[in-house]
Structures are given as structure tokens and as C-alpha cells.
């Protein structure tokens, strides 16, 4: 049973944070609505890829290989939007 | 009835790895390659979306409130919950629990279709509404902006259709996964295939949570 504690714990920890984002976005408006929503889909993510994917027990190499691939997602997206942005 | 052997340390190691450790390895990083690819795939039309979410900031906030927050949200806590089920399936695999785990299995496939069969229903609902801009169909915005909105419903569509086609294709992985614990024929192999599948499973998740996120929430 102790074995699954992080999962039912994560579990519960993404449902809360999906309510958090649902209730900002149905009750608030403008830049802070968006910016709860923003901050809590990446925490979504992060508890994810780190105890649902197995990162948080992964070697170095596999570690480093998948926050590449998240990097270079932000990458592309930021820097799309810096050339519209500064247009 | 098939007996339930503890899956053993090692297992066979296929002829190309040196021990199975080293096969363990390369099972993970081929996985996380594959979804680096499909990384690229979603990360392209989540980038275009961006870009058109910053241009027709006002158009795409009034098209996303044509959209079933509340039947989004049910799909998105299903399909967390199946990401615990595959996680726990995966430890009870390791465990030689194979009852629990099949039920594990099988509690996933049917989160997974329950999944599936509500987003049919929002596609059908948009459908009815006529705001379904594929395949020729009419398209009858009621708002403000209809170019803009049917752009973003074109998104909206790939998205989530996208997305529904690796759902079916992870529907399929775990159905053999369910026949192969059930069987229970090679466990330490059984194990090592629940968890690169898992990683998968999770991967779907974690694009939904972009794709929920991007399309229903930024509404404002």
C-alpha cells in the first residue's frame, strides 16, 4: 500500500489543481485568470511527467533527454511568439 | 487458470543487450525518443494555435465559450484518473499481483472509452450546432467573428481528433497488455511492456492537459 501512496497522492494533487484551473477560468477575468490557469496546467504536467512517467526515479541521461524535449517546445512557442509579439 | 509466478530480476535479455539492465534502459529511452516525435508533432499546431490565440485574442475567447467546460473537465478528470490507474497497474505488475493489476488494466481501457465515447458526444453536439467546419460541412457561427472562430474551431477539431487517434492506439496497446497479464506467460517481460506503455498513457495525459487547457480554459 505504501508503494502506491505517490500515485493516489499525485492523483488527488491533479484533481485539486484541476479544480483550481476550471473555477479561475469560469470566475475570473483578464491576466489573472489566465495567468492561474497557465501556472496550474504546468504544475499539472510537471506531477505528470515526474511521478506518473517515472522521471523522479529515472536516470540522468533519460532525465536530461526528456526536459530537452520540454525545453525546446518552449522554445519553439516563445520564440514564435516573440516575432508577433514585437511586430 | 494461469498461476501467478513473481516476475524474476532479470528475465530473458534479447540477443542485442548485454544484461537487462541495459535492455531495461534502452526499452525507456526508445519510448521517451518516440514521444520526442510526437512532442514535435502536437508541439507545431500547439505553436500555430498560440500565435492565432495572441492575434484573434477576442474572436478564439468567444469561440472557446461555445465549447462544454463542464463536459471537458469530466474528460480531463477521467482521464487522470486512468493515468493512476496505469501507474498503479505498473506496480502491481512488478508486485506478481496479477489479478489487481488486470483490473487495473482494465479500469484504464474502460476510463480511456468512457473518454472517447463523451468526446463523441461533444462532436456530435457540435455537429448539430453546425459548428463542425470539416469535410465540407456548413459552418453557422451565431458571434461576432466567424472567420476567426471557424479557425479556431478547425483547430479545435485537429486537436482533439489528434488526440482521440492516440487514445484509440493506447485502447488498443492496453488491450494486448490485459491478454498478456491475464496469460501471465513471461512477467519480468509483461512488467517491462506495462512500463513503457505507461509512459505512453501518461503522455496522452499530458498533452490533453495542453490541449484542455489551450482550447476550453483561455476564455477571457
Known sequence: MNDFRPYLLTWV????LLGVIVAAAALFDGLLASMIVLAGALCMIALIITLFMGLRSAGGLLRVYATGGVLWLGFL?????????TR | MPTTPPPTESGRVADQF?????????????????????????GGVFAGFVVFRVIHGEAFAEAAGHLDLALGTLNTALLLTSGLTMALAEQLVNAARRRAALAMLLATLALGAAFLAIK?????????????????????????????????FNFYFALTGLHAFHML????????LAILTWRWRDPPRIARQVQISGLYWAFVDVLWVVVFTLLYLLRL
Open chain 1, 13 to 16: 494533487a491533479l484533481l485539486a
Open chain 1, 77 to 85: 512557442i516563445v520564440l514564435t511568439l516573440a516575432d508577433y509579439l
Open chain 2, 18 to 42: 548485454d544484461d537487462i539492465d541495459q535492455q531495461r534502459e534502452a526499452n525507456l529511452f526508445g519510448m521517451w525518443l518516440f514521444l520526442a516525435t510526437e512532442l514535435l508533432l502536437f
Open chain 2, 120 to 152: 463523441a458526444y461533444e462532436w456530435h453536439h457540435e455537429y448539430m450546432e453546425r459548428l463542425m467546419p470539416v469535410l465540407g460541412l456548413p459552418f453557422e457561427y451565431p458571434g461576432k467573428h466567424p472567420q476567426q472562430a471557424e479557425l479556431f
Open chain 2, 169 to 176: 492506439v493506447g485502447l488498443c496497446i492496453l488491450g494486448v
